[in-house]
């Protein structure tokens, strides 16, 4: 079992090296205009700067999106005919959902420890 993986795996290490500069330069070639020339430090952070300006300019329309959507949940919630057993069991697994990521989040930012903090 080992050495067939093994196998396997210095022929995939050998196709890559055939094949990915190849496969690289047709990347590049087929996004050229996606590239800024010359590249320079200027460049990188003249696009930064549009990249944060660009965001920054999005936020009332996603603001406004959001009052949209917690219009029509609170909406939602008012009609007693719209709760039926699948909504309550999507409602409650997003909620279990939204816990788990979150304490997968505080595990992560722990350091991958489940006693606590490194101090």
């Keep these: 079992m080992a050495s067939k993986l093994q196998t396997k795996a210095a022929q995939v290490s050998q196709f890559v090296t055939k094949n990915g500069s190849s496969y690289y330069k047709e990347l590049m070639e087929r996004n050229n205009q996606y590239i800024q020339k ?12 549009q990249l944060f300006y660009t965001r920054l300019a999005s936020i009332p329309r996603r603001y406004e999106a959001l009052w949209k959507e917690l219009d029509s949940l609170k909406q939602f919630l008012k009609t007693k005919d719209a709760w039926s057993m699948e909504n309550a069991s ?11 990521w979150s304490w997968g989040g505080e595990i992560i930012g722990r350091g991958f420890t489940l006693t606590g903090y490194y101090v």
Excluded at 38 to 49: G, I
Aim: glycine letters at 4%; hydrophobic letters at 50%; one cysteine or more.
């Design 38 to 49: 010359p590249s320079s430090a200027h460049t990188c952070q003249l696009l930064a700067k």
């Design 90 to 100: 999507v409602a409650a697994l997003f909620g279990v959902e939204c816990y788990a």
